[in-house]
């Protein structure tokens, strides 16, 4: 049974850091891409930040230059790092690793930024 278990939320002051750490338990094959998604209240479901088995990133524009997501494949985990925070990132956290057969998410870490 796969398990994704995030650590790290909390709350931060306005120009704060976080560092956002997602394990998994469980056997995971082929996995083609780790990723952090988040959700405000009110709003959808948006990615913040993605990394390719191979190392390519993907970031949001609104996290870019601030958040860097990392990952350790032999442990599968996944980080991201989160520098400069703004109010406006104050959501659920979730961490999700992606196969060919399905993508696995993790329960979510709440992450608020006061002003």
């Known amino acids: 049974q796969v398990q994704l278990v995030e650590s790290g939320g909390g709350l931060v002051q306005a120009g704060g850091s976080l560092r956002l750490s997602c394990a998994a338990s469980?056997?995971?094959?082929?996995?083609?891409?780790m990723g952090w998604y988040r959700q405000a209240p009110g709003k959808q479901r948006e990615l913040v930040a993605a990394?390719?088995?191979?190392?390519?990133?993907n970031y949001a524009n609104s996290v870019k230059g601030r958040f860097t997501i990392s990952r350790d494949n032999a442990k599968n985990t996944v980080y991201l790092q989160m520098n400069s925070l703004k109010p406006e990132d104050t959501a659920v956290y979730y961490c999700?690793?992606?196969?060919?057969?399905?993508?696995?998410w993790g329960q979510g870490t709440q992450v608020t930024v006061s002003s």
């Open positions: 469980g056997t995971i094959f082929s996995i083609r891409a």
């Open positions: 990394i390719t088995i191979g190392g390519t990133t």
């Open positions: 999700t690793i992606a196969t060919p057969l399905r993508d696995y």
